[in-house]
């Protein structure tokens, strides 16, 4: 609990220096604070070989981080000022943090209930190896979660600027070409190779039981991705009622579709609902940025990731190798066609404009 607090300081600091285009001074402190918690964790495992002594730890490792956040804020221009924090504004502010946490439990939500369902109506087998697949996607998640901390505060800047809803648009096109280019091979890969890379990564026993999951699960990570940073543009806004609507909607959605298709296709069946799910939490918030005057370019975003993992996926369809020299080539096929067609198109100017560090 300790080390939340400090780590939520530290949260904030790389948010100012995003929204002031300084990222590389919080970015250097940030990697500090993780190889420095984990130097003390592996230290405090050896001697005390105990869950206390590791969490102690890293909650010194977190403080510790924390300060190495502020001085390049400092030389940024970012100041603290306690003056500043009086109840008034605390009391302004408590209203929006209710609305926010409310759509962290029903998104935590979304993101499980799958699982549960699929103990309640199947068994322990088939959460275990619908388990499997989920653990893959899991694992890629950071990078959109990563992309939208740094994105929001740039957006909310926007508003305040005379940019208006055009500076929102470009950092949220920057931010999905990101993840597309990140997410649309991963999907390619889970598609066609899925029973080899569960082999490889977690044994022959769910290579074939986990893969039609795992095949399902393939779009969600970029449909996570695309409808996130979506949901950033409204937080960063003030629009938060829009993040739970469209949040709660795709839970509501997803509860129905596992209560259809768990009892016939099990795991299967949990995937594909979770797939819809986070489908219509991008559909709805498109529908509720385009209301609102923001319009940004979709299919001009995703165009080189999507055509570049085509092939890479059509390659590797093709091919008859083991799995790691197959990816090797799929590989360099997806980086040639879709670093062709992304300067062709113009988008390695606006992406580095907005992504890069000043």
């Not at 699929?118 to 068994?123: A, D, E, R, Y």
């Not at 074939?208 to 095949?215: D, F, G, N, P, V």
């Not at 990570?221 to 695309?226: F, I, M, R």
């Not at 959605?253 to 986070?278: D, E």
């Amino acid at each position: 609990m300790i080390a939340t607090c400090f780590e939520n300081l530290g949260d904030t600091c790389r948010a100012a220096g995003a929204a002031v285009r300084d990222q590389r001074g919080v970015s250097i402190a940030l990697a500090a604070q993780r190889i420095l918690a984990g130097l003390l964790c592996t230290v405090a495992l050896l001697v005390q070989r105990g869950v206390v002594a590791a969490a102690l730890a890293f909650a010194i490792a977190t403080m510790i981080g924390a300060g190495m956040h502020v001085t390049p804020l400092r030389r940024a221009g970012v100041h603290f000022v306690r003056s500043a924090v009086k109840p008034a504004q605390l009391r302004r502010f408590l209203p929006g943090t209710t609305v926010l946490g409310l759509n962290n439990a029903v998104l935590t939500s979304l993101f499980r209930l799958d699982a549960v369902l699929l103990g309640l109506m199947q068994n322990d087998v088939a959460v275990a190896t619908y388990a499997v697949a989920y653990r893959l996607l899991d694992t890629v998640l950071f990078v959109a979660q990563n992309v939208r901390q740094t994105l929001v505060p740039v957006m909310a800047a926007a508003l305040f600027s005379e940019t208006g809803p055009i500076g929102v648009r470009r950092p949220l096109e920057a931010g999905w070409t990101f993840c597309a280019m990140v997410y649309a091979p991963f999907a390619a890969v889970c598609l066609t190779n899925a029973s080899p890379l569960i082999s490889l990564l977690f044994g022959d026993t769910y290579s074939e039981a986990s893969r039609s999951s795992l095949q399902w699960l393939a779009p969600v990570p970029l449909l996570y991705a695309l409808g996130f940073l979506v949901t950033g543009a409204f937080q960063a806004a003030g629009r938060n009622s829009a993040m739970l609507w469209c949040s709660a909607t795709a839970t509501v959605v997803n509860v129905a579709l596992n209560l259809v298709l768990i009892p016939s296709y099990s795991g299967a069946g949990a995937a594909a609902a979770t797939t819809a799910s986070y489908a219509v939490n991008l559909a709805l918030a498109l529908m509720l940025l385009s209301a609102a005057g923001v319009r940004p370019r979709l299919a001009r975003s995703l165009a080189a990731a999507l055509a570049g993992a085509g092939a890479a996926g059509a390659s590797m369809a093709a091919l008859a190798l083991p799995l790691l020299p197959e990816l090797c080539i799929a590989g360099g096929v997806y980086v040639l066609v879709w670093s062709l067609l992304f300067a062709v198109g113009g988008g390695h100017r606006e992406l580095l404009t907005i992504l890069r560090p000043r």
